[in-house]
T-cell receptor, first 115, second 108 residues
Framework: DAMVIQNPRYQVTQFGKPVTLSCSQT?????MYWYQQKSSQAPKLLFH???????NEADTPDNFQSRRPNTSFCFLDIRSPGLGDAAMYLC??????????????FGQGTRLTVV | AQRVTQPEKLLSVFKGAPVELKCNYS??????LFWYVQYSRQRLQLLLR??SRESIKGFTADLNKGETSFHLKKPFAQEEDSAMYYC??????????FGAGTRLFVKA
């Protein structure tokens, strides 16, 4: 089954210790997104890649970085996690950003706990 | 400001009753609107989009530009419809803004 896979499903990290979340896709989609979703809140877009072009949302903290080494993989790096960064992190893909190809396909999410 | 508002955090209805999940948006441009659904222990997935004007699993949603609304409706709720529903607004380019979601609970 073509899909979006996030690893790990649950991640516990220490305050201030760098952590990386992973996302892979078998859909061969051009666009990959990272969303942050805190409890009872809407998913919030952090950034996206269109192919290799990286686009950061204006209000995404500098503490959050991303890498996309190839079409299939995308990583979310949190350089110095704070307690406020505990959340569900959702990876999504879309074929493109236009027309009927804007449907987003989501992974299962990684729940990050900061201790 | 671009915003999606889902006024109800929780909506509880009996099986067979009509259901309407409300969504209002704020956007000055031409909106592209979606409903996404998340069933228990499953990933978020697209339910329907306004440009398709289709009915999925008995659900329909009509874009009302005058009232800036995109309410999701189903005439007869089923227990399997119990899930979290998110309204989403695509504002051009690659940005999609989600509402906070409404949890629908269909009682037997």
């Amino acid at each position: 089954d073509a899909m979006v896979i996030q690893n790990p499903r649950y991640q516990v990290t220490q305050f201030g210790k760098p952590v990386t979340l992973s996302c892979s896709q078998t859909l061969n989609h051009n666009v990959m997104y990272w969303y942050q979703q805190k409890s009872s809140q809407a998913p919030k877009l952090l950034f996206h890649y269109y192919d290799k072009d990286f686009n950061n949302e204006a209000d995404t903290p500098d503490n959050f970085q991303s890498r996309r080494p190839n079409t299939s993989f995308c990583f979310l790096d949190i350089r110095s996690p704070g307690l406020g960064d505990a959340a569900m992190y959702l990876c999504a893909t879309s074929k493109s950003g236009w027309g009927v190809n804007t449907e987003a396909f989501f992974g299962q999410g990684t729940r990050l706990t900061v201790v | 400001a671009q915003r999606v508002t889902q006024p109800e955090k929780l909506l509880s209805v009996f099986k067979g009753a009509p259901v309407e999940l409300k969504c209002n948006y704020s956007y000055s441009g031409s909106p592209e609107l979606f409903w996404y659904v998340q069933y228990s222990r499953q990933r978020l997935q697209l339910l329907l989009r306004h440009i398709s004007r289709e009915s999925i699993k008995g659900f329909t949603a009509d874009l009302n530009k005058g009232e800036t609304s995109f309410h999701l409706k189903k005439p007869f709720a089923q227990e399997e419809d119990s899930a979290m529903y998110y309204c989403a607004l695509r504002t051009g380019g690659f940005k999609t803004i989600f509402g906070a979601g409404t949890r629908l609970f269909v009682k037997a």
